[in-house]
């Protein structure tokens, strides 16, 4: 028997609505799993994505995200938001951002029914302006949200569901915006595959979606989707990597699965009986885990 901790598998999440009515799926993302991006890299610092990597010996040491006023350059996260501006509030993407001698020292993020905007009634001078102040009296779509005005403010902000799409029409004057149905529009009834899960619906409403876990993916077609074995189809009876998971088939399917920590990834390395979770495929040492395997099958 491993002596490699056990994790019950997680269900799969399931987000179900009681009311056709006012039907709006709310799907939280799943947070996002930092492998090694150091494999093959030399020591020192790296930019990725929107952060820094620290590299030692082809491993991923450290992670971190620049400000939201940053950007990584050259190895580095650098001032991007106050750059070259005077002391004062500007305008920074969505958001109004506080400088001080070329440096943030406030962020504020603009709502869904804001916009940053420059006051130009003063110098340096800049706030989330909301929106209706533009708009007539009415309801309008903005991002995905649907905006209800009324004498130049905003009464208020409704998101759309992920199965939904904000339409908007203007009667007599008069505005109009709602969430109406994107995805089951013209299904009546049956399961289809979206947004890597399986979306349910009824008389051309989303009722319900359910992701599929990390081993398995949505197939079918015809209003007859589900989430199908795929980290363990056609597999044999042992160990195997998917992604930065540890996986163990029986009969074809996933019988349990261990999640490797973050800035290490699952490798299956030559002589070992099982994949282990480390950070490159080989290091200039190896990891505790694998020490471990190695004293056992001694």
């Known amino acids: 028997m491993s002596t490699f901790s056990r994790q019950v598998l997680r269900l799969a999440a399931v987000a179900v609505l009681p009311s056709m ?13 930092m492998g090694n991006e150091c494999d093959g890299e030399k020591d020192g610092s790296k930019c990725y994505d929107d952060g820094l990597l620290e590299c030692e010996g082809e491993r991923t040491v450290a992670y971190n995200k620049c400000k939201v006023s940053e950007e ?11 750059k070259d501006k005077a002391d004062g509030s500007h305008c920074h993407a969505d958001r109004v951002v506080e400088c001080r001698a070329g440096v943030t ?3 504020t993020e603009c709502l869904a029914n804001e916009d940053c905007k ?28 649907v ?10 902000t409704s998101a759309c569901g992920l199965a939904q799409k904000c339409e908007s029409s203007s009667t007599g004057g ?15 009834l049956g399961t289809y595959c979206m947004s890597g899960g399986v979306l349910e619906c009824r008389d051309m409403r989303a009722v319900g979606w359910t992701e599929c876990p ?21 597999k044999s009876d042992k160990w195997h990597c998917k992604g930065h998971h540890r996986v163990l088939c029986k009969g074809s399917v996933t019988a349990q699965s261990e999640t490797c920590p973050d800035l290490q990834e699952c490798h299956k390395i ?24 190695l004293l056992r099958w001694a």
Not at 27 to 33: G, N
Not at 72 to 82: F, K, L
Not at 279 to 287: E, F, H, L, Q, T
């Open 118 to 145: 420059a006051d130009i009634t003063q110098l340096n001078a800049a706030s989330c302006y909301d929106m209706c102040q533009q708009w007539v009296t009415g309801s309008h779509c903005r991002d995905g949200h």
């Open 214 to 234: 990390f081993y398995q993916e949505c197939s079918g077609h015809h209003g007859a989707a589900s989430c199908v074995e795929d980290a363990c189809d056609g």
């Open 21 to 33: 009515a006012s039907a709006q799926l709310q799907i939280a993302p799943s947070p996002p799993h």
């Open 270 to 293: 030559d002589g070992l009986e099982e994949p282990v979770c480390q950070s490159s495929a080989w290091s200039s040492g190896p990891p505790v885990l694998l020490l471990a395997a």
């Open 72 to 82: 990584c350059h050259h190895g580095a996260c650098r001032e991007e938001a106050c």
């Open 174 to 188: 008069v505005r109009s915006a709602e969430c109406q149905e994107h995805e089951c529009s013209g299904r009546a």
């Open 105 to 107: 020292v406030g962020v």
């Open 147 to 156: 905006v209800e005005c009324s004498g130049g403010r905003t009464v208020k």
